[in-house]
């Protein structure tokens, strides 16, 4: 079975912080796929990335970054000099393919002006 | 192109009751998902269609809960008669099906705020 841990439940920073957002997976197939969503308070959730298992390149989109380590079965996502937008609740998920997804717990990220 | 969009977006009904939620994918996709979060706990699967085919429902919860897709577009879910625990967020999400396994990524509607009273 598939498993998503989010161990911080809650993160407060001040605006222009960085803040890392862990994300740990269980799985035992060697093909599946990782994402991360965020929901803002409106409520919908906005896809943000997807990784696939036989891609272990980390990527960088503006501030947004993302350390995909299968060693560790890890996939962190890291916002740099944070601001009051980006708060929000942060999903992280693994699904196999053509699969339901499995959904962490979620991060309630507090950006502070 | 439209997202994958959920009605209504709040819902307010009593014990007993019953409510049908809809969702309209994304178009052309093939695979719509119902998920839902119940008092701020995991985001859980409910079930899953291929067009107009149920592929998984091993997440309904019990027989109270019927889902439908006639003719592969939108999908409905009725809560029949809903519960005190029925309350939560309802998402729908859509994604396309293709065999590019680089582009199956699924899409999520705004979500459904239902309360039983």
């Known amino acids: 079975a598939q498993k998503v841990t989010q161990a911080q439940t809650e993160i407060s920073v001040v605006e222009k912080e960085d803040v890392t957002l862990d994300c740990v997976y269980e799985t035992r197939d060697t093909t599946y796929y990782l994402f991360w969503y965020k929901q803002p308070p409106s409520g919908e959730l906005v896809f943000l990335i997807r990784?696939?298992?036989?891609?272990?390149q980390n990527e960088i989109s503006g501030r947004y970054s993302w350390n995909f380590q299968k060693s560790t079965s890890s996939f962190n996502f890291t916002i740099t000099a944070s601001q009051v937008v980006d708060s929000a609740v942060y999903f992280c998920a693994l699904a196999l393919y053509g699969q339901n997804f499995v959904f962490g717990p979620g991060t309630r990220l507090s950006v502070l002006p | 192109e439209a997202g994958v969009t959920q009605f209504p977006s709040h819902s307010v009904i009593e014990k007993g009751q019953t409510v049908t939620l809809r969702c309209d994918p994304i178009s052309g996709h093939d695979n719509l998902y119902w998920y839902r979060r119940v008092m701020g706990k995991e985001i859980k699967f409910l079930l899953h269609f291929v067009k107009e085919s149920k592929q998984d429902e091993s997440g309904m919860p019990n027989n109270r809960f019927l889902a439908e897709r006639t003719g592969g577009t939108y999908s409905t879910l009725k809560v029949q008669p809903a519960e005190l625990e029925d309350s939560g967020v309802y998402f729908c999400?859509?994604?396309?099906?293709?065999?590019?396994?680089?582009?199956?990524?699924?899409?999520f509607g705004p979500g459904t705020r239902l309360l039983v009273l």
């Open positions: 990784r696939n298992s036989f891609d272990e």
């Open positions: 999400a859509s994604s396309q099906g293709t065999w590019d396994r680089t582009k199956e990524t699924q899409y």
